[in-house]
C-alpha cells in the first residue's frame, strides 16, 4: 500500500507538468507569434446575411478606418486591432453555426488570409447553399382573444411562409407575441415554439402555442428607497395605476416619467414577484427608487475663433421648496470675452484677430441669463408644466446682434390611453435685431426696407401656440404601417400682449400614412399645409399684411419638394452688388446669374403633397431599399396683387441604407422650373439695399435640372 501510495505521489508532479504544458504550449507558441494588425475584414458570397452581422458574431475585429488606411496608419492614428490565431480558427465555427441556425445547411466557408510581418488581411468566402424553407407556419391558443388582439398579435411578425427557416427570428416571433400580450393585460403570457425539418427536402413546418394566461389589472404599488420625495409623488409620476390594465409597455413609460423628472439617479418599475399569484386578477407593483443630489453645479470654459473666450455656469435645485417634485434650474453663458465691451482685453490683435473682421457680433459681449422651473405631475400624472424667464444677448458671426427678454410658459399633457401628445405654450420677449441690410436679406428673409426697419426696432412678440399628434405607426424611426398626425396652432394677438403690426392666426397641418403593398413593399403618401391669417396694418409708408419671418412658411429640401433646394420653393427675392450692376449697364449686358444671391421671403400659404413607394433593393435587401416618389406643393402670398398659387411637380428615385440612427438616403429629384419671379436689389461696400431700376420682376434658372439631397431618416 505505501509503495503505490509512493508511486501515485510520484506521477502526480508528472501528471500536472504535463497538464500545465499541454494548457502552456498553445499559448507559448502564440507568444512567439509576432501580433499583427487586421488591416482587412471582408465578406464575400454572402447576400442572406449582411456584413455588419457576420462581423458582430466573430471575435476578429477590422482596425479603425484611420488605422487602415495607408496614409494615415503610418503616423499611428486610429485603434488598432490583433489578429489572434486561435479565435479566427473558432470565427469559422461561429459563422457556420450562425448559418445553420439561419436556415443554411449546406453552406460553405473557405478563407483567404494574407500575412505580412506586421498586418493580416482576411477575406471569407461564403458558399450559402439552398436554405431550408418554411412550408407552414401555425400559431394556435388565441382564439380565446378578442378578434382585434389576434390580429395585433399576428402582425410585423418576422418570420413567415416561404422564409428561410431562421430559428432567431422564430425566437423573435415568439417574443413579439409575448411582448404584445404583455402590453394589454396578459402578464403571464408564454409562447412555445416547435418545429419540424427535412434537410433533404430543403423544408420545414413551425408551429407556435401561445398560453395567454388571465388577463388582468394594477394592484397595490410599493414604493421603496424615497427619503427627501414623498412616496405619492413617484405614485404620481407613474403612468400604471391601481385598477388600470396592467401593460407591460406602461411600466417602461412609468419608468422613464421617474428618470425624465430628473429626480431620480435609479428607477425601475416591476412586477413585486414576493407578493404576485399568478392566476390571480390584479398584479402588484414595486417600484425601486435611489434619489438624485438635492442639487448640482456644472461649468465649463472654452475657446473658440469666432467666440474667443466663453464660459458657462449652471446650478439645479431639485425638490425645490418642498417635496412636490419641482426642479429649478438657473444657467448663464457669456461670450465674445476679450474682445466685445465691457470685457475688451485687446485680444482682436492676436488670439482673437477673427474677431476683428466681425463689426456686428463682436462689438459686445454676448450673454444670457435664464431661470426655469419644471413641476411634472402637475394636477395629473400625465402634465408636466413649466415656467422659465430669460435674457440674452446672441449674435451669429458677421451676420446679426439680437437682444431679447422674455418668458415662456409650457404645459404638456400625455395621456397613456389615446396616445396623444398635447402641449400649450405661452412666450412673451421684447427685443430688437442689430444686422446690415444684406444680413437681414440673407439671413431673415427680409429684404424689403419696410420689413428692416420693422426688424430693427424693439418690438414684442407674444404667441400662444397648441400642438397635437396622433403618433398611430409601428415604428416612429421607419414606419411602414399606419399612419401620423399633427395640427400646430399659433395666435399671436394685441390681446396677448405683442405689438399691433405683429398679430397674426398660424395654422399648420400634416398627415402621413403607410401600407405594406407586400412584406416588404411600402407605399407611403403625406398631405402637408397651412394658413396664415393677419390683419391690415400700416407698415411704414404702405398699407398691408405683416408677418414675422420667423413664422412664415417656407418649402423645398430633403423634407417636402426635393426638386428644390431648401426655402427654395415660393417667393424670393433677388440680392447682386452694386459694382456687378454698373458693370453690366455700362457693358450693356446681362447681369451675371453667378453673381446674384437668391433669398426666400416666404409666404402666408402652404400645400405639399407626396407620394413614395419603397422596395428592397436587387443586391443586399436586407440593409438596401429603393424608393419612387413624386412631391409636389407650392408656398405663395394670399392677398397679394399679382401672386397667385404656383404648385410645382418634381419626380425623383432615392436610395436607402440601414443605419443604428435610421435610414441615411440620398434622393435625386427631377425640377424643369425656373425660379420664382422676384424683385432684385443691389447692394453697395455699406451694405445698403436699394432696388434695381426695371428689375422688379428679376427671373433665374436653375444652374442644374437634377437635385440632390443627403439626409438620416425617412422624409415623413
Same mark, same amino acid.
Not at 391558443?141 to 382585434?148: R, T, Y
Not at 425623383?652 to 429629384?669: E, F, K, M
Given at each position: 500500500?505505501?509503495?503505490?501510495?509512493?508511486?501515485?505521489?510520484?506521477?502526480?508532479?508528472?501528471?500536472?507538468?504535463?497538464?500545465?504544458?499541454?494548457?502552456?504550449?498553445?499559448? #507559448?507558441?502564440?507568444?512567439?507569434?509576432?501580433?499583427?494588425?487586421?488591416?482587412?475584414?471582408?465578406?464575400?458570397?454572402?447576400?442572406?446575411?449582411?456584413?455588419?452581422?457576420?462581423?458582430?458574431?466573430?471575435?476578429?475585429? /477590422?482596425?479603425?478606418?484611420?488605422?487602415?488606411?495607408?496614409?494615415?496608419?503610418?503616423?499611428?492614428?486610429?485603434?488598432?486591432?490583433?489578429?489572434?490565431?486561435?479565435?479566427?480558427?473558432?470565427?469559422?465555427?461561429?459563422?457556420?453555426?450562425?448559418?445553420?441556425?439561419?436556415?443554411?445547411?449546406?453552406?460553405?466557408?473557405?478563407?483567404?488570409?494574407?500575412?505580412?510581418?506586421?498586418?493580416?488581411?482576411?477575406?471569407?468566402?461564403?458558399?450559402?447553399?439552398?436554405?431550408?424553407?418554411?412550408?407552414?407556419?401555425?400559431?394556435?391558443?388565441?382564439?380565446?382573444?378578442?378578434?382585434?388582439?389576434?390580429?395585433?398579435?399576428?402582425?410585423?411578425?418576422?418570420?413567415?411562409?416561404?422564409?428561410?427557416?431562421?430559428?432567431?427570428?422564430?425566437?423573435?416571433?415568439?417574443?413579439?407575441?409575448?411582448?404584445?400580450?404583455?402590453?394589454?393585460?396578459?402578464?403571464?403570457?408564454?409562447?412555445?415554439?416547435?418545429?419540424?425539418?427535412?434537410?433533404?427536402?430543403?423544408?420545414?413546418?413551425?408551429?407556435?402555442?401561445?398560453?395567454?394566461?388571465?388577463?388582468?389589472?394594477?394592484?397595490?404599488?410599493?414604493?421603496?428607497?424615497?427619503?427627501?420625495?414623498?412616496?405619492?409623488?413617484?405614485?404620481?409620476?407613474?403612468?400604471?395605476?391601481?385598477?388600470?390594465?396592467?401593460?407591460?409597455?406602461?411600466?417602461?413609460?412609468?419608468?422613464? @416619467?421617474l428618470y425624465s423628472s430628473d429626480l431620480f439617479r435609479y428607477a425601475t418599475v416591476n412586477i413585486d414577484s414576493a407578493e404576485y399569484q399568478p392566476g390571480a386578477d390584479s398584479v402588484p407593483l414595486i417600484v425601486l427608487v435611489n434619489e438624485s443630489r438635492?442639487?448640482?453645479?456644472?461649468?465649463?470654459?472654452?475657446?473658440?475663433?469666432?467666440?474667443?473666450?466663453?464660459?458657462?455656469?449652471?446650478?439645479?435645485?431639485r425638490n425645490f421648496l418642498g417635496s412636490e417634485g419641482r426642479t429649478l434650474d438657473l444657467t448663464g453663458r457669456l461670450s465674445k470675452v476679450g474682445v466685445g465691451e465691457p470685457l475688451d482685453w485687446g485680444l482682436a490683435d492676436d488670439i482673437c484677430s477673427?474677431?476683428?473682421?466681425?463689426?456686428?457680433?463682436?462689438?459686445?459681449?454676448?450673454?444670457?441669463?435664464?431661470?426655469?422651473?419644471?413641476?411634472?405631475?402637475?394636477?395629473?400624472?400625465?402634465?408636466?408644466?413649466?415656467?422659465?424667464?430669460?435674457?440674452?444677448?446672441?449674435?451669429?458671426?458677421?451676420?446679426?446682434?439680437?437682444?431679447?427678454?422674455?418668458?415662456?410658459?409650457?404645459?404638456?399633457?400625455?395621456?397613456?390611453?389615446?396616445?396623444?401628445?398635447?402641449?400649450?405654450?405661452?412666450?412673451?420677449?421684447?427685443?430688437?435685431?442689430?444686422?446690415?441690410?444684406?444680413?437681414?436679406?440673407?439671413?431673415?428673409?427680409?429684404?424689403?426696407?419696410?420689413?428692416?426697419?420693422?426688424?430693427?426696432?424693439?418690438?414684442?412678440?407674444?404667441?400662444?401656440?397648441?400642438?397635437?399628434?396622433?403618433?398611430?405607426?409601428? @415604428?416612429?424611426?421607419?414606419?411602414?404601417?399606419?399612419?401620423?398626425?399633427?395640427?400646430?396652432?399659433?395666435?399671436?394677438?394685441?390681446?396677448?400682449?405683442?405689438?399691433?403690426?405683429?398679430?397674426?392666426?398660424?395654422?399648420?397641418?400634416?398627415?402621413?400614412?403607410?401600407?405594406?403593398?407586400?412584406?416588404?413593399?411600402?407605399?407611403?403618401?403625406?398631405?402637408?399645409?397651412?394658413?396664415?391669417?393677419?390683419?391690415?396694418?400700416?407698415?411704414?409708408?404702405?398699407? #398691408?399684411?405683416?408677418?414675422?419671418?420667423?413664422?412664415?412658411?417656407?418649402?423645398?429640401?430633403?423634407?417636402?419638394?426635393?426638386?428644390?433646394?431648401?426655402?427654395?420653393?415660393?417667393p424670393v427675392v433677388y440680392v447682386v452688388p452694386k459694382a456687378e450692376v454698373d458693370s453690366a449697364t455700362a457693358g450693356s449686358r446681362l447681369i451675371d446669374p453667378d453673381s446674384v444671391r437668391v433669398a426666400a421671403t416666404g409666404g402666408n400659404t402652404l400645400?405639399?403633397?407626396?407620394?413614395?413607394?419603397?422596395?428592397?433593393?436587387?443586391?443586399?435587401?436586407?440593409?438596401?431599399?429603393?424608393?419612387?416618389?413624386?412631391?409636389?406643393?407650392?408656398?405663395?402670398?394670399? #392677398?397679394?396683387?399679382?401672386?397667385?398659387?404656383?404648385?410645382?411637380?418634381?419626380?425623383?428615385?432615392?436610395?436607402?441604407?440601414?443605419?443604428?440612427?435610421?435610414?441615411?438616403?440620398?434622393?435625386?429629384?427631377? /425640377?424643369?422650373?425656373?425660379?420664382?419671379?422676384?424683385?432684385?436689389?443691389?447692394?453697395?461696400?455699406?451694405?445698403?439695399?436699394?432696388?434695381?431700376?426695371?428689375?422688379?420682376?428679376?427671373?433665374?434658372?436653375?444652374?442644374?435640372?437634377?437635385?440632390?439631397?443627403?439626409?438620416?431618416?425617412?422624409?415623413?
Amino acid at each position: 500500500m505505501r509503495a503505490a501510495f509512493a508511486r501515485g505521489c510520484g506521477l502526480l508532479p508528472s501528471l500536472v507538468l504535463g497538464a500545465w504544458l499541454a494548457v502552456a504550449a498553445p499559448s #507559448g507558441v502564440a507568444a512567439q507569434e509576432p501580433e499583427r494588425v487586421v488591416r482587412q475584414l471582408d465578406f464575400e458570397g454572402n447576400e442572406a446575411i449582411g456584413d455588419q452581422v457576420l462581423a458582430s458574431a466573430i471575435s476578429t475585429t /477590422n482596425s479603425s478606418w484611420f488605422a487602415r488606411t495607408f496614409l494615415l496608419r503610418s503616423i499611428g492614428l486610429g485603434e488598432k486591432r490583433y489578429f489572434d490565431e486561435q479565435e479566427f480558427r473558432r470565427d469559422v465555427i461561429r459563422l457556420n453555426v450562425l448559418y445553420r441556425r439561419s436556415g443554411y445547411p449546406g453552406v460553405e466557408l473557405d478563407t483567404i488570409v494574407r500575412r505580412t510581418p506586421t498586418d493580416v488581411y482576411v477575406t471569407f468566402r461564403i458558399e450559402e447553399g439552398e436554405p431550408i424553407r418554411v412550408t407552414s407556419f401555425d400559431v394556435t391558443g388565441l382564439d380565446s382573444l378578442p378578434a382585434w388582439l389576434q390580429t395585433r398579435a399576428l402582425e410585423d411578425l418576422p418570420l413567415q411562409a416561404d422564409d428561410p427557416f431562421n430559428r432567431f427570428q422564430m425566437q423573435a416571433a415568439a417574443d413579439s407575441i409575448t411582448r404584445t400580450l404583455k402590453d394589454r393585460g396578459y402578464p403571464n403570457a408564454r409562447v412555445f415554439s416547435s418545429f419540424e425539418t427535412n434537410r433533404d427536402a430543403r423544408i420545414a413546418t413551425v408551429q407556435l402555442e401561445v398560453l395567454p394566461g388571465s388577463r388582468t389589472v394594477i394592484g397595490n404599488v410599493e414604493v421603496v428607497g424615497t427619503s427627501r420625495i414623498e412616496p405619492s409623488l413617484v405614485r404620481d409620476l407613474l403612468i400604471s395605476r391601481p385598477g388600470r390594465r396592467y401593460s407591460q409597455d406602461e411600466l417602461f413609460q412609468s419608468q422613464r @416619467n421617474l428618470y425624465s423628472s430628473d429626480l431620480f439617479r435609479y428607477a425601475t418599475v416591476n412586477i413585486d414577484s414576493a407578493e404576485y399569484q399568478p392566476g390571480a386578477d390584479s398584479v402588484p407593483l414595486i417600484v425601486l427608487v435611489n434619489e438624485s443630489r438635492p442639487r448640482r453645479i456644472r461649468g465649463g470654459i472654452g475657446y473658440g475663433t469666432d467666440d474667443c473666450f466663453r464660459g458657462s455656469l449652471g446650478w439645479t435645485s431639485r425638490n425645490f421648496l418642498g417635496s412636490e417634485g419641482r426642479t429649478l434650474d438657473l444657467t448663464g453663458r457669456l461670450s465674445k470675452v476679450g474682445v466685445g465691451e465691457p470685457l475688451d482685453w485687446g485680444l482682436a490683435d492676436d488670439i482673437c484677430s477673427a474677431s476683428r473682421d466681425d463689426s456686428v457680433g463682436s462689438a459686445k459681449v454676448n450673454f444670457s441669463l435664464g431661470a426655469a422651473i419644471r413641476r411634472p405631475a402637475f394636477l395629473s400624472p400625465y402634465n408636466t408644466i413649466s415656467v422659465s424667464v430669460f435674457t440674452e444677448r446672441r449674435s451669429e458671426f458677421k451676420v446679426y446682434l439680437r437682444q431679447e427678454t422674455g418668458t415662456t410658459v409650457t404645459l404638456r399633457r400625455e395621456t397613456p390611453r389615446r396616445g396623444i401628445p398635447l402641449s400649450l405654450g405661452y412666450t412673451l420677449s421684447y427685443g430688437r435685431t442689430e444686422a446690415t441690410a444684406v444680413s437681414f436679406c440673407a439671413s431673415f428673409n427680409a429684404c424689403t426696407p419696410d420689413v428692416v426697419a420693422l426688424l430693427r426696432q424693439n418690438r414684442v412678440l407674444a404667441t400662444l401656440t397648441g400642438v397635437a399628434t396622433r403618433p398611430r405607426v409601428n @415604428n416612429p424611426v421607419d414606419p411602414s404601417r399606419g399612419s401620423v398626425a399633427s395640427t400646430e396652432l399659433t395666435v399671436s394677438s394685441r390681446f396677448l400682449g405683442s405689438s399691433p403690426f405683429q398679430q397674426f392666426t398660424r395654422i399648420a397641418a400634416d398627415a402621413a400614412w403607410y401600407r405594406q403593398l407586400s412584406r416588404d413593399v411600402v407605399l407611403s403618401w403625406r398631405v402637408r399645409g397651412g394658413a396664415i391669417f393677419s390683419p391690415r396694418v400700416d407698415v411704414a409708408t404702405t398699407s #398691408g399684411n405683416f408677418i414675422p419671418p420667423e413664422q412664415r412658411f417656407y418649402a423645398g429640401g430633403p423634407n417636402d419638394v426635393r426638386g428644390f433646394e431648401r426655402n427654395e420653393l415660393g417667393p424670393v427675392v433677388y440680392v447682386v452688388p452694386k459694382a456687378e450692376v454698373d458693370s453690366a449697364t455700362a457693358g450693356s449686358r446681362l447681369i451675371d446669374p453667378d453673381s446674384v444671391r437668391v433669398a426666400a421671403t416666404g409666404g402666408n400659404t402652404l400645400a405639399i403633397a407626396n407620394i413614395e413607394l419603397r422596395i428592397p433593393s436587387p443586391v443586399l435587401s436586407s440593409r438596401l431599399r429603393l424608393a419612387a416618389f413624386v412631391d409636389a406643393g407650392g408656398v405663395w402670398q394670399r #392677398g397679394v396683387e399679382n401672386s397667385s398659387a404656383v404648385i410645382r411637380v418634381t419626380p425623383g428615385i432615392g436610395l436607402r441604407v440601414s443605419t443604428p440612427l435610421g435610414p441615411a438616403r440620398l434622393d435625386v429629384a427631377y /425640377n424643369p422650373y425656373r425660379l420664382q419671379a422676384g424683385p432684385l436689389f443691389q447692394f453697395d461696400a455699406q451694405e445698403t439695399l436699394t432696388p434695381v431700376d426695371g428689375q422688379g420682376s428679376y427671373v433665374q434658372d436653375r444652374r442644374h435640372r437634377f437635385t440632390y439631397h443627403f439626409a438620416v431618416g425617412q422624409p415623413f
